[in-house]
T-cell receptor
Framework: KAGVTQTPRYLIKTRGQQVTLSCSPI?????VSWYQQTPGQGLQFLFE???????NKGNFPGRFSGRQFSNSRSEMNVSTLELGDSALYLC??????????????FGEGSWLTVV | AQSVAQPEDQVNVAEGNPLTVKCTYS??????LFWYVQYPNRGLQFLLK??????LVKGSYGFEAEFNKSQTSFHLKKPSALVSDSALYFC??????????FGPGTRLSVLP
């Protein structure tokens, strides 16, 4: 069974631009969550989607948004990029929503550099 | 609010020796506890989890962890370390209905 797939793996953007990252979950998984990883802040939860609905959201500004499609694939968007948005963005999927003991499985991540 | 502490930024151990990576947590209600490992330039890989039942949980690659409710700890252990175990280890906690909260990570270096 294929794992969580994230695209693109690496990208460089300029301040003020926007970016869209994509995540395809493990087949059969309906929950997708997104995390930002930086050396200074560690792993921080962005949001979780389950059956196309945002169920939980972390403490990030409105520039960070996401969505989930009917096939459970998810995208996250960051608008008006800032230098501090440079990070590894990780997507994770699980069978059910976060309100359970299900394990979440991570993709390889998308490395975003903002210059 | 949930929180996870990993008191050691770095753990060094000689190959063949036992290793322990420490984790303590704070959560309201019964916790779900997880360990993940991250190799350079990779995502996180699941090692093991505690949901309920036996306090000693066995996971991938020979790792195990012991849940101690009174000490609110979930330390990761391995009887004999390998050089290939060198990586960044994350402890995570989640209570029912809450998000995952990850610890800051502990870098494990296994020296040949």
């Amino acid at each position: 069974k294929a794992g969580v797939t994230q695209t693109p793996r690496y990208l460089i953007k300029t301040r003020g631009q926007q970016v869209t990252l994509s995540c395809s979950p493990i087949s059969g998984h309906r929950s997708v969550s997104w995390y930002q990883q930086t050396p200074g802040q560690g792993l921080q939860f962005l949001f979780e989607y389950f059956s196309e609905t945002q169920r939980n959201k972390g403490n990030f500004p409105g520039r960070f948004s996401g969505r989930q499609f009917s096939n459970s694939r998810s995208e996250m968007n960051v608008s008006t990029l800032e230098l501090g948005d440079s990070a590894l963005y990780l997507c994770a999927s699980s069978l059910e929503g976060l309100s359970s003991g299900n394990t979440i499985y991570f993709g390889e991540g998308s490395w975003l550099t903002v210059v | 609010a949930q929180s996870v502490a990993q008191p050691e930024d770095q753990v060094n151990v000689a190959e063949g020796n036992p290793l322990t990576v420490k984790c303590t947590y704070s959560v309201s209600g019964n916790p779900y506890l997880f360990w993940y490992v991250q190799y350079p330039n990779r995502g996180l890989q699941f090692l093991l989890k505690y949901i309920t039942g036996d306090n000693l949980v066995k996971g991938s690659y020979g790792f195990e962890a012991e849940f101690n409710k009174s000490q609110t700890s979930f330390h990761l252990k391995k009887p004999s370390a390998l050089v290939s175990d060198s990586a960044l280890y994350f402890c995570a906690v989640r209570a029912t209905g809450q998000n995952f909260v990850f610890g800051p990570g502990t870098r494990l270096s296994v020296l040949p």
